[in-house]
């Protein structure tokens, strides 16, 4: 069967095989192939130097082979002429869609074969009698229409909303004292019960925001900052609800934006922080 399909859809694609090559093609396989029992036979058409041209495409099973085997063979003639190279795409469409159709009418046959019933032992016939398949289906002299491909729809990204940017931190620098502590505190890094935190401005900003602790991720309150001058500084208490039902935690600081209040936009979050109470 390798070398007389290869024979055959070379000259279906280039459409100019002599009549020598098909011969000797014949003689190749003439033992082990036979078409009494097992055929396909297809019409393909090509178009060369500008003309259209109609070329056949015959395929025979071996002798003995059953229906199973035959549709093993089409399955396998489908797979080589996707991978011959040098054969136009239209000429390979064509003959894997008359494959297709080939192998569906054979399952079918297959399908009945092993559904049909046994028959009822009548004078003269042998026990267990099973009834004839039912009739083949007609093969394809030439091809079905091949399926209408269904046009993607492209779409434009620039009509799609873009995502708001992100609200401008405000420029404030945290920090941590303990009562009685000198100086104006340094960087935050534990967090006790009686820790204050500092606030500085670094530009003038307006009332509403506020700091939010969370607690593992948890709200556990906020505080709200008031109106500031650029370069004022404030000492704040944090939340009283901050050390509740723990005794070691960690804590982080969102500074949210002036709309909303409370409820506004994050513009930055601090740490997260050890918190001991």
Same mark, same amino acid.
């Given at each position: ?11 279906? #694609? ?9 011969? =000797? #093609?014949d003689k190749a396989d003439a033992r082990a192939e036979s078409c009494d029992a097992h055929k396909f036979e297809t019409t393909v058409k090509n178009e060369v130097d500008g003309k259209v041209r ?5 395929? %025979? ?7 199973? =085997? ?6 396998? #003639? ?6 011959? =190279? ?11 869609? +008359? ?7 054979? =399952?079918?046959?297959? #399908?009945?074969?092993? +559904? ?59 920090? %941590? ?10 960087? %935050? ?26 607690? *593992? ?30 005794? *070691? ?29």
């Amino acid at each position: 069967m390798t070398m007389r399909l290869a024979l055959i859809l070379a000259a279906t #694609a280039l459409a100019s095989t002599s009549a020598f090559a098909q011969m =000797e #093609a014949d003689k190749a396989d003439a033992r082990a192939e036979s078409c009494d029992a097992h055929k396909f036979e297809t019409t393909v058409k090509n178009e060369v130097d500008g003309k259209v041209r109609a070329s056949k495409v015959k395929l %025979c099973g071996k002798e003995g082979q059953t229906d199973k =085997e035959w549709a093993t063979t089409l399955r396998d #003639a489908a797979r080589k002429v996707e991978t011959t =190279e040098g054969m136009p795409q239209a000429v390979k469409d064509q003959i894997i869609t +008359a494959l297709n159709v080939e192998i569906s009418n054979l =399952e079918a046959v297959i #399908a009945n074969a092993s +559904a049909a019933p046994v028959a009822t032992t009548m004078a003269g016939d042998l026990p267990g009698k099973v009834l004839p398949p039912a009739v083949r289906p007609p093969e394809y002299a030439t091809l079905p229409p091949l399926p209408r491909r269904v046009p993607t729809v492209a779409v434009d990204m620039s009509l799609r909303k873009p995502a708001p940017p992100p609200p401008p931190k405000p420029r404030l620098k945290v920090g %941590c004292i303990t009562p009685g502590e000198p100086g104006a505190g340094g960087p %935050c890094f534990t967090l006790a019960r009686t820790t204050q935190l500092t606030v500085r401005a670094d530009e003038n900003l307006a009332a509403g925001y506020h700091l939010r602790f969370l607690r *593992r991720g948890n709200d556990r309150g906020d505080v709200a900052l008031g109106q500031m001058r650029k370069g004022q500084s404030l000492r704040l208490k944090a939340p009283k609800d901050l050390c509740t039902g723990v005794v *070691r935690s960690t804590v982080e600081i969102q500074i949210l934006t002036k709309s909303g209040g409370s409820g506004g936009e994050v513009a930055d979050t601090l740490g997260p922080y050890d918190l001991r109470c």
